[in-house]
């Protein structure tokens, strides 16, 4: 099996620009722990980085739950994602085996991959997959 029989293809990103309250907002309404950063290119999505909802945990007061209705608006809200978020996260590519995928998340103890080919993000596969 390939990683592209198992990731997901319709990905929810965020620009590196995006604040945290807003990357906050979009994981707790879609559901989501991870969200890939990209910056977007002329050919697709160029992967800069990914963000988690433990490194959202981190970037927010220690009293402050980032995936509450009600976040209050403070300095911390507004740093960027670029602050927060892994840089060259350990990427895979959409022809490797499922197996070497699994492999690469037990080994770095990561929960998901994205998924790159020709510099492109084309999918995510995570621990669930």
Same mark, same amino acid.
């Given at each position: 099996? =390939?990683v592209?029989?198992?990731?997901? &293809?319709? @990905?929810?990103? /965020?620009d590196?620009? +995006? #604040?945290?309250?807003?990357?906050?907002? =979009?994981?707790?309404?879609?559901?989501? &722990?991870? @969200?890939?950063? /990209?910056?977007?290119? +002329? #050919?697709?999505?160029?992967?800069?980085?990914?963000?988690?909802?433990?490194?959202?945990?981190?970037?927010?007061?220690?009293?402050?739950?980032?995936?509450?209705?009600?976040?209050?608006?403070?300095?911390?809200?507004?740093?960027?994602?670029?602050?927060?978020?892994?840089?060259?996260?350990?990427?895979i590519?959409?022809?490797?085996?499922?197996?070497?995928?699994?492999?690469?998340?037990?080994?770095?103890?990561?929960?998901?991959?994205?998924?790159?080919?020709?510099?492109?993000?084309?999918?995510?596969?995570?621990?669930?997959?």
């Amino acid at each position: 099996m =390939l990683v592209s029989m198992w990731m997901t &293809r319709e @990905l929810v990103t /965020v620009d590196a620009g +995006a #604040t945290v309250a807003a990357a906050a907002r =979009l994981m707790a309404r879609r559901q989501i &722990r991870r @969200l890939p950063v /990209v910056e977007s290119t +002329a #050919t697709g999505p160029r992967l800069v980085g990914i963000v988690s909802s433990t490194d959202l945990y981190r970037a927010f007061p220690a009293d402050v739950n980032p995936f509450a209705a009600d976040v209050p608006d403070c300095a911390q809200t507004r740093v960027s994602v670029l602050h927060v978020m892994h840089r060259e996260p350990h990427t895979i590519a959409p022809d490797a085996p499922l197996e070497e995928a699994a492999v690469v998340m037990r080994d770095r103890k990561i929960g998901a991959l994205p998924v790159v080919r020709d510099g492109r993000l084309v999918g995510l596969v995570t621990e669930s997959d």
